[in-house]
């Protein structure tokens, strides 16, 4: 049989950051298919091939993997944005999967999780950090970067160029730092080029007098205010200087003020500060980077007893909503973010928000809320009261044995269980990396909580607690019947014809639930009964007995 001309150019096409080649004869793994994708996007597009060799002469060996493409490509285009598309092909009797992902729209890499993948060669790796700011460059101007006019290296402050000496030596390890000249210093981490001394150097590093002169708007102000009435600050202080000269200040300012909140697991009584000095100071640098410097007004931190606001000129950089905010990562002030990097006051660029989510739940206190934000001003509030002192204990009991696995998505939707959001909207897919973990997992009756782990919580969902709203709105019946058809049809689909006992085998179900779904199946006409009584068996409508 003549071998499609398609396939002669796969198997001819070279591998890199256009193509990649996995055999995958069996494996079915999204996460990974995502992170490939995700990077195949960043490189400007290209496609995942299953079924053939990665390795020349290149061979096709046939793949089973994502037997339902459609739906995988769908799922693939909700997470990364961009269009995924696929073709199959049958080489005598071989599978072969082409997954074609469409380029990163202009100045925007694309994430997984946080993270921008990127081929290094054939290596799956985390995207460079010059590779990102170049690609943020595409979309618009850099502020930071600009030359500032007639600024020197006079015009810098020397203790905030030796804070940020010293904490870039701590980042990077490298003592060598600590005896660099300033004008190298300042070359190494492109605060200055051979143009002049940028904006970013003056924002970072500058004196009181010369900010005043060169840009009196980046300014930052804090607030202490005992209530919400009108009128004076009970405290405030003004920084117009180098951001190095004040970042631990306002920490400090805000310390001065940090009630201790306690809640007891077993016989153990722990403290929880009313603001977490992480959160706090990634929601300044957030504001320090992102902000319009070219806009009138001034950065404002106002702690208040139970919440902290930020407020920042400029509104949300473009391509940036409140509903994207954790999966779109594009800092208006990019070398800002940079220079930050550099001396590991963020861990990744675009970083920040995701942790401050993850922190909220992770001490049971209310997520971040944009409400007031609008096209000229961002505000952003920090809520520091526990909402529910039980979830507390139950967030830390599943991180003594999950934090590294736990992603911000993960952490948002335990705590939409836990305070009974309508999670009508909710995909079921949304649920499978708790179910990956065993922290949830798959009943008759729908989802719960694993035992011994989340008990409590079960209780609440299944409405037998008064001091929380129980989850009504959601029917975890039909939530988890639609995962486990799904399972069925994916394990149909790769076979001649199987049982209930192979299907509850495989599922993890009683035989009498998965009868049941077998049943709706045929009913539905899109599996077929094959024999009676012990030789019953089903499979796919429309093959060939």
């Not at 003549?2 to 990649?20: C, T, V």
């Not at 809520?383 to 204990?393: F, T, V």
């Not at 008064?466 to 799904?486: E, F, M, N, P, R």
Request: proline content about 3%; aromatic content about 8%.
């Amino acid at each position: 049989m003549k071998r499609h001309e398609k396939i002669e150019r796969l198997l001819n096409a070279p591998e890199g950051e256009h193509y990649q080649f996995k055999e995958w004869k069996t494996k079915n793994s999204f996460k990974d298919a995502l992170k490939i994708c995700c990077a195949l996007a960043n490189c400007g597009g290209g496609k995942l091939v299953l079924g053939i060799s990665d390795k020349r002469q290149r061979k096709v060996v046939g793949s089973t993997a994502f037997s339902q493409p459609e739906r995988t490509c769908a799922d693939l285009t909700d997470k990364l944005r961009v269009g995924v598309d696929f073709e199959l092909y049958d080489d005598n009797g071989n599978r072969v999967l082409a997954i074609e992902v469409a380029s990163r729209p202009l100045g925007l890499p694309i994430q997984v999780d946080g993270i921008a993948w990127w081929y290094a060669g054939d290596s799956l790796v985390s995207m460079p950090e010059d590779v990102r700011r170049n690609i943020y460059a595409e979309s618009g101007f850099d502020f930071s970067a600009k030359i500032c006019n007639g600024l020197t290296l006079d015009d810098l402050d020397e203790n905030a160029l030796n804070v940020f000496r010293q904490t870039w030596k701590t980042n990077s390890g490298n003592s060598g730092i600590l005896t660099l000249p300033v004008e190298q210093l300042l070359r190494d981490c492109d605060a200055i080029t051979d143009e002049g001394v940028t904006y970013a150097a003056l924002i970072l590093f500058g004196t009181r007098k010369a900010v005043r002169k060169h840009l009196r708007r980046a300014e930052v102000v804090f607030e202490y205010r005992s209530s919400e009435a009108a009128g004076p600050a009970a405290q405030r202080e003004d920084f117009t200087e180098g951001f190095f000269n004040y970042f631990d200040r306002i920490w400090e300012l805000v310390n001065l003020r940090n009630d201790k909140q306690h809640y007891q697991d077993r016989l153990f009584v722990f403290p929880i500060n009313t603001f977490n000095e992480r959160v706090v100071r990634e929601s300044l640098l957030n504001a320090v980077s992102h902000r319009d410097y070219q806009l009138a007004g001034s950065i404002f931190v106002r702690q208040h007893r139970e919440h902290l606001v930020v407020e920042s000129p400029g509104g949300l950089p473009n391509g940036i909503t409140v509903e994207n905010i954790l999966d779109r990562q594009s800092p208006r002030n990019i070398l800002i973010a940079s220079i930050f990097q550099l001396c590991g006051l963020v861990e990744r660029s675009g970083q920040g928000m995701n942790l401050i989510y993850e922190l909220a739940v992770r001490e049971a206190k209310p997520l971040p809320n944009f409400s007031g934000t609008n096209a000229y001003f961002v505000k952003l509030t920090i809520g520091g009261k526990i909402l529910d002192k039980r979830m507390l204990s139950l967030i830390k009991s599943i991180e003594d044995e999950h934090l590294n696995a736990i992603t911000t998505d993960d952490y948002i939707l335990l705590m939409n269980l836990f305070q009974g959001k309508d999670l009508g909207d909710i995909k079921p897919e949304k649920f499978e990396h708790l179910l990956e973990l065993k922290i949830l997992k798959r009943t008759d009756a729908g989802f719960e909580f694993r035992n011994g782990v989340m008990s409590v919580l079960t209780e609440i969902l299944n409405g037998k607690s008064s001091d929380c709203q129980a989850t009504s709105t959601v029917d975890w019946q039909s939530l988890a019947k639609g995962q486990i058809k799904k399972q069925i049809l994916s394990f149909i689909s790769n076979e001649d014809k199987v049982t209930s006992s192979q299907l509850a085998k495989y599922t993890g179900l009683t035989r009498g639930r998965i009868r049941t779904i077998l049943q709706e199946l045929v009913s539905d006409g899109v599996i077929a009964k094959v024999g009676d009584n012990r030789h019953t068996s089903y499979r796919l409508k429309g093959h060939d007995e």
